[in-house]
């Protein structure tokens, strides 16, 4: 019986190719990961496992300079962090998730990744990415008395972490960004009209929305995208990095954008630009970045690395 149980419980461990318990001892039920944690003479250290590479996205996002913020206050010195670009991390997670091997990513919530693949937050005890904060609206300045449909469909948009799942999920799944809008607006007559509301149509006024390709944003500026097309805008989407669509909504070459994680995450582009901008609130609440691994990685918290 004890033998069943103990075959039981190592055999996910040596599925995913880690080193197997040092002795028989071990099989009393309880903590079997301290086996796997560095330290025994046939296992690389996490640092080791993964070349001390955390895998970044774009340098311009917020998490880039949290996980920046993070090495240094858990005294990380070995670890370097890898800039790249949403695609490039979601591209290397997965390689990585396939042959069930070590991977660290900078990750955040909502995101299709969870949907996808079984994955955990690494704890930060220290609370160095900060608690949870939500996607505010942010428009030009002036945007209220050029374009009052425009501003008020962006005032208005609000929803939840399953409806831009929704949309996240069939981009990755291969649809076209725009299509997959579509298909979400389509589908949600009832929020779409809360958006909507006695906001009067136009013809043909051009808006320009900036955002960055993060999975999330591709899929909410989209979204924003279809509603003001149906409401007679001639909509662009400009692709941008995070500070010129801060920027640019600041110096008003873009009329707005839907991606300001706040408090935190763009704090400071936040406060650079403050007064250049309007802050039409939340559109989405509950968002976390973090360092994310798959759930066969056996640490649990970011003071592991060390
Ligand atoms: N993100 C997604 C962004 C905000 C949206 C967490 C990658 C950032 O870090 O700036």
């Keep these: 019986m004890k033998k069943t149980w103990l075959s039981f419980l190592m055999a996910p461990a040596l599925a995913f190719g880690l080193a197997a318990c040092g002795s028989d ?7 079997e990961e301290n086996n796997n944690s560095g330290g025994t003479e046939t296992e690389a250290s996490i640092g080791e496992q993964v070349d001390y590479e955390i895998i970044g996205i774009d340098p311009g996002a917020g998490i880039m300079k949290a996980t920046a913020n993070v090495l240094e206050e858990y005294e990380l010195e070995d670890w370097t962090l890898v800039e790249g670009s949403g695609a490039a991390m979601t591209a290397a997670l997965k390689k990585a998730y396939n042959k069930e091997e070590p991977v660290i990513v900078t990750g955040w919530s909502p995101h299709w990744k969870f949907s996808k693949f079984d994955l955990k937050y690494l704890e930060d005890p220290k609370g160095t990415y900060g608690e949870e904060e939500n996607i505010h609206s942010i428009a ?4 209220a008395e050029d374009h009052p ?3 008020q469909v962006l005032d208005n948009f609000y929803w939840d972490e399953a409806d831009m799942n ?3 999920v069939q ?3 291969g649809e076209d960004p725009e299509k997959a809008a579509r298909a979400w607006v389509d589908a949600n007559p009832d929020k779409v009209a809360e958006w909507t509301e006695g906001v009067e149509k136009v013809d043909g006024d051009e808006i320009k929305i900036g955002y960055v390709a ?3 944003e591709i899929a909410s500026t989209n979204v924003v995208g279809q509603v003001l097309t149906d409401l007679g805008y001639d909509v662009t989407l400009s692709q941008v990095e995070a500070g010129p669509m801060w920027a640019g909504v600041a110096d008003g070459s873009l009329d707005a954008h839907i991606a300001g994680w706040l408090p ?3 704090a400071d582009y936040y406060s650079e630009f403050e007064g250049d901008f309007e802050d039409l609130g939340a559109n989405l609440e509950g968002t976390k970045i973090g360092l994310v691994v798959p759930s066969y990685v056996e640490i649990d918290s970011i003071e592991d690395l060390k």
């Design 214 to 216: 993060w999975d999330t």
């Design 264 to 266: 935190l995450t763009h």
């Design 149 to 151: 449909s425009a501003h």
């Design 166 to 168: 929704d949309v996240m």
């Design 171 to 173: 981009i990755t799944d």
């Design 25 to 31: 001892e071990a099989g009393n039920t309880n903590e």
């Design 140 to 143: 030009r300045n002036g945007l």
